[in-house]
């Protein structure tokens, strides 16, 4: 069995019927009342009754001592740290772990300077040089434990963006602060041969029967289709012909790819990668296991307008059995890959307009 049972209320606690019932209930109330942005703390296993995993992103505000001295007395309650199977937050969670050894490195770093052992030692050097930690007096590392924030698409003036205009996000999707003197440093840390930037729902632009008929009216579907050049027939064609029981059929070339970067008006692409990306954070990307494997900047206002221009735009209709459509998006400083697909296999229509970005 796994650490696979989320509770995210007392009531699902309750269905648990844990034997410590009611410390883990008080231990939940204190938690998500200190943290409110973390609702579901817990991760239990029905094999292992007296045992709760804690998320880690808390690990910093809490130590273990401090969290069962919350426990009814006498309790026998263990309490580990740990994301139990979380939808990819589980023990393959690398990106958890990236963020830990970031932590680490850049504590190590506060006590030892360049002589500290690192996990991650070019990225400590280049990091601490581009902002003068050598000469600060006061050095504070804080693991922020961020979440994945929801960020709708907002449709303005024509304009469509993600939450809001102002691409300064770096509080609220900060991993980790540097506390330099009095200036915080908000990095954000991703790992993997891609990250994820944003994933919005789409649903009620594209409505069901409009797709079945050959045709979206939908307003805000239609402004999503001139944002990126797609065309309205093929975009339905390739949803509503889907077949689930079809032949999935390996094809060597599976797109039709439409080159739409001369047909669009590119400054509205810009303002959404804009508010995807956002500034005002250091972005730190290690692509793969191996040491050195990171590439690491900082976001500024300027940084993000100069990196964040599409020179090229693609739109890649599938050709096989397919319920996704892809967007290719090439700019200074990334490759993006946005795409318009269901959510989870429960229909074939399209659910998120997601994406996905490579640092070049």
């Not at 009095?182 to 029967?209: C, M, Q, R, Y």
């Not at 692409?269 to 793969?288: R, S």
Request: aromatic share 10%; glycine share 8%; hydrophobic share 35%.
């Amino acid at each position: 069995m796994a650490f696979n049972i989320i509770p995210s209320c007392v009531g699902e606690i309750q269905e648990l019927s844990l034997i410590e019932e009611e410390s883990v209930i008080r231990l939940f109330n204190f938690l998500t009342t200190e943290i409110p942005e973390i609702q579901n703390p817990f991760a239990f296993d029905v094999t292992k009754p007296l045992t709760v995993k804690v998320t880690r992103k808390i690990f910093n505000r809490f130590t273990k001592r401090e969290l069962k001295s919350l426990l009814m007395p006498g309790s026998k309650l263990s309490i580990l740290w740990g994301e139990g199977s979380r939808g990819g937050n589980g023990e393959n969670n690398k990106g958890l772990l990236f963020e830990v050894e970031l932590h680490d490195d850049l504590v190590q770093y506060k006590h030892h300077q360049m002589a500290g052992n690192f996990r991650n030692p070019d990225f400590v050097d280049e990091f601490s040089q581009e902002y003068k930690l050598d000469e600060a007096t006061r050095i504070v590392v804080r693991s922020m434990g961020a979440l994945n924030q929801s960020r709708p698409l907002i449709f303005e003036d024509g304009d469509v963006f993600l939450k809001q205009r102002n691409p300064d996000i770096g509080s609220t999707i900060t991993d980790l602060d540097v506390i330099r003197n009095d200036e915080i440093v908000h990095i954000s840390a991703k790992f993997g041969s891609s990250a994820t930037l944003f994933n919005a729902g789409i649903t009620s632009f594209f409505p069901p029967d409009e797709i079945q008929n050959g045709h979206i009216v939908n307003e805000y579907g239609n402004i999503i289709f001139d944002l990126f050049g797609i065309d309205n027939g093929r975009f339905c064609e390739v949803f509503d012909s889907y077949d689930p029981r079809g032949p999935k059929v390996k094809m060597k070339n599976p797109y039709d790819i439409d080159y739409t970067t001369d047909r669009i008006d590119l400054h509205k692409v810009q303002t959404l990668i804009k508010t995807g990306i956002g500034c005002g954070y250091h972005m730190v990307h290690k692509a793969g296991t191996k040491a050195g494997n990171i590439k690491h900047f900082t976001l500024t206002e300027e940084a993000l307008h100069q990196g964040s221009w599409p020179y090229s735009v693609v739109v890649k209709y599938p050709k096989n059995n397919s319920k996704r459509i892809s967007i290719g998006v090439e700019t200074e400083k990334f490759d993006l890959t946005i795409i318009m697909r269901d959510s989870g296999g429960q229909t074939h229509y399209p659910q998120k307009l997601s994406s996905s970005y490579k640092m070049k």
